[in-house]
């Protein structure tokens, strides 16, 4: 699997010398064929049932056999394999969707993970170059194979957390485990040298360049890790006032932006996209597995390098929202583009980019989750073509648009993902286009519409008040007996997603009733309506 690797090539067999029963060997198969069952030929035949059973027949099987393993040993400690089986089960169930089911799964696997002391791997070692002894090498090998794991972790919950907007299971301050290195050099057996990732966004990169670490995967977690810092700065729950001034939020994404610029320039080259072809071998060379990972680590270093830019611009970017509406409404001239509006639609256009470039079958060997990226840049090409500034063509936002949404029906029709994506992005047009109208309206009757430039900072995370004067509230949703139900009348039971969760999910009705929906374009594009609880 080009997402993660987990195992030597290989190594699996005799893992099975060290099970306690059957049952543990069948929850690591199953949770291995619930994914390469989806690469069988039968996989689109209505009668693959007397060929391969579907992937859920096997992950069906991995849940109710790691139970039972797990349940085995009550008190103790779970061996290594069976952490091993439980993060593919988990990955399995969160590329489906990022609900409770699959959050509670992925808070098991952490525990688990901490159980098997994963994060204290490299406490007390000194990863200094030379050569290894045998054993030493020996050892160096083994404990590679467990910071792989942990890491499988440490990136599942960073994308759990970011989309859910809930704080990491794994504590960042007590994370004393090596950064993997490239696969090759494990696989054959040759020591490289690694190193710590730290909480200084600004060190991380600079300790990987001095140790030499050229591991994709290494890189690529020090640009996701950008993405968490990110977050609780763009989405916080608190009214600015509580939380940070805006000048200091403003300081916090200006230094994550520089340390992404210093990572992608630092990286090493062949791991930087240029605009080359990705065939990822499929169809020339099918089996070449080398080229098939190297394709996809360049393809999901440059969409998490995206999604960075997508949530640092993001502030800026939604202030300016209002007041393109309101010249939509007067008719007035469009705006040329700002900084963040350029950085922000650019991070949309380099989307398009990689996947008009990437072989047509792709979806299949990158990491389902870049389905969330996808979708925030299919987010922005609606409100470029909506109220984008004149020096973005609508067309081509259109254009654009159009293929990301087929890019992520192909995604989640071959992985399964619950496919409620769709009706999410066409709320976010029919709000824009709301915006606008109500603007419009505003002007006909000569009223003081909500669309100055600075409306947006000023009016961040304006919770449990009275708007400004001369802001009113926009707000096409509205509280029924039946739940919150959205401008065209649908409940927001039917556009849910897995990766957005734009509302809570519980049955609290007193709970919804108190809830604070769209307080004001801060919280619109692209991640939705926060989840903001007046308690």
């Known amino acids: 699997m080009t997402t993660f690797t987990l195992f030597k090539p290989h190594g699996i067999e005799a893992k099975f010398a060290l099970m306690r029963s059957p049952i543990e060997a069948e929850a690591l198969v199953a949770t291995i064929f619930a994914f390469s069952a989806r690469f069988h030929p039968s996989d689109r035949d209505p009668s693959r049932i007397t060929q391969c059973p579907t992937p859920s027949y096997f992950a069906a099987i991995a849940s109710r056999r790691l139970q039972d393993a797990l349940d085995a040993y009550e008190d103790t400690t779970p061996p290594l394999h069976l952490l091993q089986a439980t993060i593919l089960d988990v990955f399995y169930n969160i590329c489906k969707s990022i609900r409770s089911k699959s959050w509670r799964y992925l808070g098991q696997a952490i525990r688990l993970g901490y159980d098997l002391k994963l994060h204290l791997l490299d406490i007390h070692s000194e990863d200094s170059g030379g050569e290894k002894a045998e054993g030493d090498l020996k050892r160096w090998s083994l404990l590679e194979e467990r910071r792989r794991a942990w890491w499988a972790l440490w990136e599942m919950d960073v994308f759990a957390s970011t989309i859910r907007r809930l704080p990491l299971a794994i504590d960042w301050t007590q994370n004393f485990t090596f950064l993997p290195v490239p696969d090759e050099c494990w696989f054959e057996g040759v020591y490289k040298q690694s190193c710590l990732l730290m909480p200084d966004p600004g060190q991380r990169w600079k300790n990987l360049s001095r140790v030499a670490n050229t591991s994709a995967k290494a890189w690529y977690i020090v640009v996701n890790s950008l993405v968490y810092d990110a977050q609780p700065l763009v989405y916080s729950p608190l009214p600015v006032s509580e939380s940070s001034s805006f000048g200091s939020k403003k300081d916090s994404l200006a230094i994550i932006a520089n340390a992404l610029y210093c990572t992608t320039s630092s990286m090493p080259r062949e791991l930087v996209y240029e605009g080359q072809a990705l065939d990822f071998r499929t169809k020339a060379c099918p089996r070449d597995i080398n080229c098939r990972q190297f394709h996809a680590d360049i393809y999901s270093i440059y969409l998490i390098t995206q999604l960075v830019h997508f949530m640092s611009d993001h502030h800026n970017v939604c202030t300016k929202i209002a007041a393109a509406a309101r010249a939509h409404a007067t008719t007035a ?203």
């Open 333 to 535: 001239s469009r705006s040329s583009d700002s900084p963040s509006w350029s950085n922000y639609m650019t991070a949309a256009e380099n989307v398009v980019a990689i996947i008009r470039n990437s072989s047509h079958n792709h979806v299949k060997y990158v990491n389902p989750l870049f389905t969330n990226t996808l979708w925030f840049a299919a987010a922005s090409q609606i409100a470029c073509k909506v109220v984008g500034p004149s020096s973005r063509a609508e067309a081509l936002a259109a254009s654009n648009y159009d293929l990301l949404e087929l890019t992520i029906q192909r995604y989640t029709s071959f992985w399964g993902s619950n496919d409620i994506l769709k009706p999410r992005i066409d709320m976010i047009e029919t709000e824009l286009r709301n915006l606008v109208a109500k603007n419009l309206h505003g002007a006909a009757n000569g009223e003081e519409t909500f669309g100055t430039e600075d409306s947006g900072a000023a009016g961040a995370n304006y919770v449990g008040t009275n708007p400004p004067p001369g802001q009113p509230q926009v707000n096409s949703m509205s509280f029924h007996e039946g739940g919150l139900v959205g401008a065209q009348g649908a409940s927001t039971d039917a556009v849910q997603m897995p990766f957005v969760p734009l509302f809570p999910s519980g049955d609290d009705s007193h709970g919804v009733s108190q809830q604070m929906v769209f307080d004001n374009l801060e919280h619109f594009l692209p991640y939705g309506l926060d989840e903001l609880w007046k308690l």
